[in-house]
Structures are given as structure tokens and as C-alpha cells.
């Protein structure tokens, strides 16, 4: 788009610097110079070298840390005590212990360091910087979930050297403490499933003063106190700090989590060897441009969560620490384990986890199932957000729509050609000169105008708000972050300046309370003028993004409020921009409270409770379809389920086979929003040719049309933290053929099981299925049976391959509407599938997908079942407040139709059903039709307009 003024001589200047190689910006293929390896990121390479010296040392080699018996302390759920390290100049080092046993189930080891005598300190601190540990994350990301066990107790069994912990359910989970070297052990049943300190890898890099010329141990000091990387030389005030341990799985050969990596649901060794990484994975938020695949490489979040699972249980661990982060993952075979007979368990997992600063703070959790561990870290870090019914439908975006007639004119397209959606979507360039809260008078003149044609369709807008500020005197947001004292500052004490898209720019310091204040503020009405109640905000470039930052992002040396380094705090840093735009949208206007809808690139253990994420600047290419699934699914096994990536590819154009296929793909993402750079051809859905058109039409009227599916998924997450589209693994457990599946999903409780076609020319599918029951074709019911085989599944363009399995009831609505708000009132179609016992059983979560009122019982929440020839509704949630008001105002949503597939042959002779309402003693009737279908195919009936209420009791019997 031409432009014309300052901001186009910035664009001029900014090409410049680009050329001569001074700043590097999104849109060129991933740069591996810019990021580094673990060897030369000094405390990575360290603690690796402690892991090789170890194993070289073998059955010698043993921790250096002892658990002083004189110091340990047990109370009310709590174990305390002091770890000693004698050093090899014969200095003292005293770590705190503290191993929490909650009544959860899961288990919390802090380990801390006191504080150093005041001359130490003195020598060695000559920074702003805050002289302890940084011990703020939990702040941040713990919301609960933390209650200690009343019922907690030392084992009166233990033997010298050891000290013993019972907890959990019954008594069945126990810790067992070895005193010297220092190791824990944490048993479940009697067995072992947890391990730390095991290869006593255990390193707290601890306090000292900076003396010159002067070596500990002949250890490499060069990057203790100062660290040089790619031109910029990151000063260290507090000097060497990194804390490490190595945390063991015995028996279990697959681990899960740590987003956000491109890469197998099914975590990689990082140690070589075929297909395997030779670095660790990587957790440092950063803006990675056109992101590598099959890779360890960090990418826009962090989430240090991850699960082991095995043939009948499921475990974890949850490091809480928010700065730069890498874990190792090494897979040794096991002498044979009778309490276990699968092959897996002669496999374990050796993860070894390392961090810059902070403390060691670990959260192990015994599961034994993956839902368990979901649950447990939801109750810690908060479960998903519910969003507004339109945040789950389809969002329209690109770089840029240029004017508010192009957005108005895009709306129109939609309608036009009948396909729906909720959302639109507008970049950096709306703004005036870059300057956030702000239009451009020449292309957005009416805003306002803008807005109310889309809410004419009950649509929304979404507007990019990041955390840069330009830094220029007449713009009324640089003024106010700098004269209120509210920006990040360098680690000399003054406003830090870097470069972004507007060029010098400042960042909001959202740790900062006051800081809070005023960015709520910035989001009234009456400040970010020409705003209305249907527009959301998209927070971008939150790592934080600095183009002429050491690694694309920020100076680790800055400082934050409380005089906090960046260092401490990186990964956490832009889930506190998030946590202030939420405050924000919930505050604009006084008695208008909406559910926010924020959509954030860099994310943190916490983020879902207050946004959707994407996978960021991915490519428009085959291989980054098929990435983006295994992707979707980490995140959901992550704790932060409300995940999607760019359909289409952000970067490049799509032909329009991969362009179909990526729709069909996007429809499964919890997240569905298309997005593509300002440099790509247009590619709505509307300006493709036939029949891709219409095929991409078909997938996103398939997405509503299950919409009701989806929101009673999204329910179940924001109540017990389970994802909302499930890997294999996840939804059958037991199953070990199924563990490293990747490329198919299921879609909550409803026995969706999908499976998007990710490779070109690809007419045919094979679809795992994992158990006996029968598994039905959602468009013509072609029955799939075979328990741990591959099924071929036809798949032409034309087609999703997407399975129903027997004994389910999914709710949908038919009937097509332009947004998913207009859909409100429509009634629903049930789809029934019977199990091998001619049974099924659904649930349907309903509110009014706006207001919180849901908090006060203004919800519906059935179960609905099929036993015995009957099919029945019944009640689920508790009353409330709104409970009564809302069901009134759902009395005329009704069930127009039941289709049940695979029914009893001696159907074919009933052509009525009985249908008995709220316990009346005498029902009506309506009709019932045989549909008899041959080929592979099952027969179907359908029950038409049964009429019974949404919200109400009522049989239908058969």
C-alpha cells in the first residue's frame, strides 16, 4: 500500500537497514546465526558439560549435594530442610528445601539459596540490578490448587539416610528422600515413576563475589560475568546463576509438552542419533521468522510442562521458572521390570532441565492418567478461558485490509456467497502512523461506521495492539508511558529504546501495578476513540519482539519493575501484557461486561486463562500444514487447549489444492482463523475459483454446524483442563500403537475422530482406530471396525476424513447462518451412534455466549442417553441466580431432529416414536423413518420434529 509521510520514509529507512543486514525483520527464512545453540549460551553449554563429565565418570561419579538430617523439619503436609555443597575452595553453600505435599495429590520441591553475607554482595553487585533470586513466577502463574495435605505423614518405616513421605489418595503416593547424595524418589502403588537427582545432575550455581584473576576449580569463568552474542554483550551483574536437575522416568518411553516447538507430539531425544536433535529443546519466547520444522529450536512460548506416559499411567512434572530454559531428553533401556510387562517399560526417560536464574521450583504430579494431570495443573495454573461463542467460529485476517471500505466490502463478499464467519481482523496498518489506540484518518476515517456494519450480522472486529510504543513526543501514549514512569528500563536505569515496526519504540513494563492501571485505561471508549463493544484486541510481538535486539528480542540486562532483570522474567513477560488487556476489556465501560476475546503470539504457563494462542509466522507449504496439527495438540496436552494456526500459511501464496486442504485441516483447530502477509495475492474464501470454493465453503459451514459440539468442549476445559481436540495417546491410554499418532484427532467427548489430509495429491486416508467399537462416516455412514489398524478412508478433494464412533450423541445445528450469533435460536439435530450394546450417551453445554451470567447458573448443561430404547435428557448443572431466567428464555429452542445411525433392524417396521415431556404421564407421538442402506453402509432413522425443549426433561421412546 502506498503511504505517503513520516511513515513512509520509516518504511524507506527500515528496508535500508535491512539490506545492509543492521536489523533483521519478519519475512525471511529462519537465520540460525541469530539464534543460538545451547553451546553458545554459556550456562547451557555448563550444565550439559556437568551431564558429560557425570556419565564419563560412570558408577563414581556422585551429586555433590547432601540433605543435612540435623536440619530436617516435618509439618502439617510440609518437609523442610537445608542442602549442603562444600565447593572445592572450601565454601559452604546452604540451599533451603522446602517439599510441599498438596491435597491434590501433587507434590512441590522449591529449592532456594540464602541470602550472602553483605560484603559479598557488595564485591560482587556494582547493577541496579535486584540482588536475590527472582521468586515472583508463581505471582504470575499459580492460581490455586495449592492447599497442603492434612493427612500427610512420615513414614515410620524409614531407614537411616532416608526420610519418608506418604500422601496422596490413600496413602498410595509416597516420596522417599535420600539424605546423601541428595535424591528423591516418588512412588505411586509401590512403584517408582518419578525421579530426581537421580543422575545427580542437580546444580544450583551458586552466589559468590567477582574477584580477578581468581578460578573455582579451574572452571570456565567466561561467560560467568559477561556474555557476548551477536554484537550485543549482555553485562551479567549478579554473574553466574543457572540452576539445573535432572528429572528421570523409569519405564516410560514417551513424553509430551513443553510447547511451543515445531516438532512430533511425541518429544525427540536431544542428544543425536537417527531422526533425533543434537540441542536441547529450547523454552525462550522468541520471534523466530519463518520457524524451522522438526526442530528443538525455541519458538513464541514457553510452557515447561510435560508428561510421561506409559501403558497404564500417566505422570508429570511442571518447572516453574520463567527464565531462559533447556531440557535434554535421553532414552536409556531399563533392566526388565516385572510390576510392568509392557515393552515400553524397559525404556526410561532421562530429562535433564536447566534454567539461566531464578530457583528450582517442580511440581510432580502421579497421575495415573493423562486427565488427571490435566486437572491437577489446571487447579495450579487455571483452566482454560470460556470464550464467546463467536471466538470459536471462523475469524477472517490478513496483513492488511487497507481502508475501512475494504473491511465493509469483505463482509458484504462473505454474505454474498453465503459462507459464514464472526470475526475480521485488522493489522498494523490501521493505525495512525503506528501509533497504537489510534486509526489512520485517510483509510479508517470511520471507524464507527466500520463497526456497525459488521454488528448488523452480530460480527466483531479485532484490532492489532503490541506492546511497543512509538517513541514520539506528540503521541499521547509515549507521553504518558514515559512522564508516569511505566516503561522498561535499560540496565543503566533509563527508558529502554529499541526497534519495531514503528520504528524507535519503548516497551509498557505490564510488571509494574500502576502500569496496569493505565493500560486498562487506554482501552475505554472515551480514550481509544472510535472503539465500540464488538471490537477485541490481538496482542503481537509480545516476547518481546525487538528487531534490534540480541536475539530478536529484548536485552537481558534490562530491568524491570522492582528492579528485576529481564533475564528473570523473559518468559513470562507477555502473559503480563495479556493479563492487563484482559483487565482492560473487562473494564471499557462501567456495567457492560463481556467475556474478553484476546489473541496472543507469546504465551506462559497461566496464558489460557486469558487468551487463544497461534503457532505465529508459519509458511504456506505442505509440511507446515502437517506441522500445525501435532502443534495443536501439544498445546492442548500443555494445559492451553485454545490453539490454532494460520490456515493457509502466513507467508507465501498456496495453490488452491493446499488452500482446500488447510481449511478442511483449520476446521479442527480450536482457533480457526485464516491469516497471510501483506506480500501474498488475496485469498478469501469467496475469491477462489470453483470447486474450491465451494469445498472450503463446505468445511467452514461443517465447523458451525458442530458448533454446539464445540462449545460444550470448550465447557470441559474451562472445568477440568482436559484439551479440547485430543491426541491418540489422550483418548485411549492403554493403547501403545496409538501413543506417537500425531496426524488425527478427537474433538472432546464426542467420538469425532478426524483426520485432515496434509500431503498433496493424496485421494485416500488411513485412520487408526484403536478399539473394537464400530466407527461410522459422518456423511454416509460407512461403517470402519477393527481394533489397532489402519483403515483406508476414500478422500477426494471434496471430502473431510472424519468418523463418528459408536456410542455417542453429538449435538449440532443445521440450519446455515451468516455468523454464529444468528444461529441462537435454532434448533438442533442430535446424531446418535449406538456402541456394542446398543447404547450411547452425549452432553450439550449451552449459555448465552456473551456475559459471565454462566458463573451464576445461566447455563443449560444436559446429559443425554440412549439405554433400552429410550432416548432421555437430564438435568447436569446446579442452579443458580440466572438459572431460571435463562432456561425461561430457551423455552423455544427445540430438537427438530434425531438421526439415529446403525439402529435395531426390527426398526424398519415403527414408523412412530412416544415422546414423554417433563415426567407427563402421557406422551405424544410423532413419526419415525427407516432410511435401509447396503455397501458397507449402515442404515440410518430419523426422528422428525420431536419438538422437546433444550432445557427441559423428556424420554423418546422407541
Known amino acids: 500500500m502506498a503511504r505517503s509521510g513520516p511513515s513512509a520514509c520509516w518504511t524507506l529507512l527500515l528496508s535500508l537497514l535491512v539490506l545492509i543486514g543492521c536489523i533483521v525483520v519478519p519475512g525471511s527464512t529462519v537465520k540460525h546465526e541469530n539464534f543460538k545453540t545451547c553451546a553458545q549460551s554459556g550456562f547451557c553449554k555448563r550444565n550439559r558439560a556437568l551431564a558429560d563429565n557425570a556419565s564419563a565418570q560412570g558408577a563414581s561419579w556422585s551429586s555433590p549435594y547432601e540433605l543435612d538430617p540435623a536440619t530436617i523439619h516435618f509439618k502439617d503436609g510440609q518437609l523442610s530442610g537445608i542442602l549442603i555443597k562444600i565447593t572445592s575452595t572450601n565454601v559452604k553453600v546452604r540451599l533451603p528445601l522446602l517439599v510441599s505435599f498438596l491435597e491434590s495429590g501433587a507434590a512441590r520441591l522449591v529449592v532456594d539459596e540464602e541470602k550472602r553475607m553483605k560484603g559479598d554482595i557488595e564485591v560482587r553487585h556494582d547493577s541496579k540490578a535486584n540482588k536475590k533470586r527472582y521468586d515472583e513466577t508463581e505471582k504470575w502463574v499459580l492460581v490455586g490448587g495449592l492447599e497442603v495435605s492434612k493427612s500427610a505423614t512420615l513414614n515410620a518405616q524409614t531407614e537411616t539416610g532416608f526420610t519418608k513421605v506418604l500422601y496422596g489418595p490413600e496413602d498410595k503416593y509416597e516420596a522417599i528422600i535420600r539424605h546423601a547424595p541428595f535424591e528423591v524418589e ?48 549482555d553485562s551479567k551483574p549478579r554473574g553466574p546463576e543457572s540452576v539445573g536437575l535432572d528429572i528421570t522416568f523409569p519405564g516410560y518411553n514417551h513424553v509430551f509438552g513443553i510447547p511451543e516447538h515445531a516438532d512430533s507430539l511425541s518429544l525427540k531425544e536431544t542428544r543425536g542419533g537417527d531422526g533425533n536433535h543434537e540441542d536441547p529443546y529450547r523454552l525462550y519466547n522468541a520471534d523466530v521468522f519463518e520457524y524451522e520444522l522438526d526442530s528443538p529450536m525455541t519458538l513464541y512460548g514457553a510452557i515447561p510442562l510435560m508428561q510421561a506416559h506409559r501403558k497404564g499411567s500417566t505422570v508429570g512434572v511442571f518447572w516453574l521458572n520463567a527464565a531462559e530454559t533447556w531440557i535434554d531428553i535421553v532414552k536409556k533401556s531399563a533392566s526388565f521390570n516385572p510390576l510392568s510387562m509392557s515393552a515400553n517399560s524397559k525404556i526410561d526417560t532421562q530429562t535433564h532441565w536447566f534454567s539461566e536464574s531464578g530457583l528450582i521450583d517442580l511440581f510432580i504430579f502421579l497421575g495415573p492418567t493423562p486427565q488427571d494431570i490435566s486437572k491437577t495443573y489446571g487447579e495450579l495454573t487455571g483452566y482454560t478461558t470460556l470464550p464467546q461463542q463467536f471466538a470459536i467460529a471462523y475469524h477472517q485476517c490478513r496483513w492488511n485490509y487497507v481502508t475501512d471500505e475494504d473491511v465493509k466490502e469483505v463482509d458484504a463478499k462473505f454474505d454474498k456467497y453465503q459462507i459464514p464467519f464472526d ?163 473487562l473494564e471499557r465501560k462501567k456495567g457492560e461486561v463481556r467475556r474478553p476475546f484476546i489473541l496472543t503470539r507469546s504465551f506462559y504457563a497461566g496464558s489460557q486463562r486469558m487468551a487463544a494462542m497461534w503457532t505465529g509466522d508459519n509458511q504456506a507449504t505442505w509440511d507446515h500444514l502437517a506441522m500445525s496439527l501435532p502443534m495443536v495438540l501439544t498445546n492442548g496436552v500443555a494445559g492451553f487447549p485454545f490453539a490454532g494456526a494460520d490456515v493457509g500459511g502466513f507467508f507465501h501464496n498456496p495453490d488452491k489444492d493446499l488452500l482446500t486442504r488447510w481449511y478442511q485441516a483449520g476446521i479442527w483447530y480450536p482457533f480457526f482463523r485464516a491469516h497471510a502477509h501483506i506480500d501474498t495475492r488475496r485469498r478469501e474464501p469467496y475469491l477462489i475459483s470453483e470447486p474450491h470454493r465451494t469445498i472450503i465453503s463446505q468445511a467452514i459451514r461443517l465447523r458451525y454446524q458442530l458448533l454446539p459440539a464445540w462449545y460444550t468442549a470448550f465447557h470441559e476445559a474451562s472445568i477440568n483442563g482436559t484439551p479440547i481436540v485430543r491426541p491418540q495417546y489422550y483418548a485411549f491410554p492403554d493403547d501403545e500403537q496409538g501413543f506417537a499418532i500425531d496426524d488425527q484427532l478427537y474433538l472432546g467427548e464426542t467420538g469425532l475422530l478426524a483426520k485432515p489430509v496434509v500431503t498433496e495429491n493424496t485421494i485416500t486416508t488411513d485412520i487408526y482406530i484403536a478399539d473394537d467399537e464400530k466407527y461410522y462416516d459422518y456423511f454416509d455412514f460407512t461403517v470402519y471396525q477393527g481394533a489397532g489398524k489402519h483403515h483406508t478412508v476414500p478422500a477426494p478433494e471434496d471430502k473431510i476424513p472424519l468418523l463418528i464412533q459408536g456410542g455417542h450423541i453429538v449435538p449440532r445445528r443445521d ?70 431466567e435463562y432456561v425461561k428464555s430457551m423455552a423455544g429452542v427445540t430438537v427438530e431432529r434425531v438421526v439415529i445411525i446403525d439402529p435395531p433392524q426390527e426398526w424398519k417396521d415403527k414408523s412412530t416414536v412416544t415422546i414423554i415431556e417433563d415426567g407427563a404421564r402421557a406422551g405424544s407421538t410423532t413419526s419415525l423413518e427407516y432410511y435401509e442402506q447396503t455397501g458397507g453402509k449402515a442404515s440410518y432413522a430419523i426422528v422428525k420434529n420431536p419438538n422437546v425443549g433444550i432445557g427441559k426433561t423428556w424420554r423418546i421412546e422407541f
Open 186 to 233: 516418588f512412588q505411586r502403588d509401590g512403584q517408582t515413576h518419578v525421579q530426581l537427582n537421580h543422575q545427580g545432575l542437580f546444580n544450583m550455581e551458586h552466589w559468590r563475589p567477582k574477584v580477578e584473576g581468581k578460578e573455582e576449580a579451574g572452571e570456565d569463568e567466561s561467560t560467568w560475568w559477561e556474555e557476548t552474542f551477536g554484537g550485543n554483550t
Open 423 to 585: 470475526v475480521i481482523w485488522l493489522d498494523l496498518e490501521y493505525t495512525d502512523d503506528r501509533k497504537y489506540f489510534t486509526w489512520d484518518p485517510m483509510t479508517f476515517p470511520d471507524p464507527k461506521g466500520m463497526q456497525e456494519q459488521l454488528a448488523e450480522s452480530e460480527r466483531k472486529l479485532v484490532v492489532l495492539i503490541d506492546p511497543h510504543i512509538k517513541n514520539k513526543k506528540d503521541y499521547f501514549v509515549s507521553q504518558e508511558l514515559n512522564s508516569k514512569g511505566l516503561a522498561v528500563l535499560n540496565k543503566d536505569g533509563e527508558v529502554y529504546d529499541g526497534w519495531c515496526w514503528p520504528g524507535s519504540s519503548n516497551w509498557v513494563d505490564c510488571f509494574n501495578p500502576a502500569a496496569h492501571l493505565w493500560w486498562s485505561s487506554l482501552h475505554k471508549f472515551d480514550r481509544f476513540k472510535g472503539s465500540l463493544s464488538n471490537l477485541f484486541i490481538w496482542n503481537d510481538m509480545n516476547e518481546p519482539s525487538v528487531f534490534n535486539g540480541p536475539e530478536t528480542t529484548m536485552p537481558k540486562d534490562n530491568l524491570h519493575f522492582d528492579n528485576w532483570e529481564h533475564r528473570d522474567v523473559h518468559n513470562v513477560n507477555g502473559m503480563t501484557l495479556v493479563n492487563a488487556t484482559y483487565q482492560a476489556m
Open 815 to 884: 440450519r446455515p447462518r451468516r455468523s454464529s450469533a444468528l444461529m441462537r435460536w435454532d434448533p438442533y439435530t442430535f446424531v446418535v451412534t449406538l456402541d456394542k450394546n446398543g447404547e450411547s450417551e452425549g452432553t450439550l453445554y449451552v449459555d448465552d455466549g456473551e456475559t459471565f451470567d454462566y458463573e451464576r447458573g445461566g447455563y443449560i448443561h444436559r446429559r443425554f442417553q440412549f439405554r433400552n430404547s429410550v432416548l432421555s435428557s437430564e438435568e447436569l448443572g446446579t442452579k443458580g441466580s440466572k438459572t431460571a
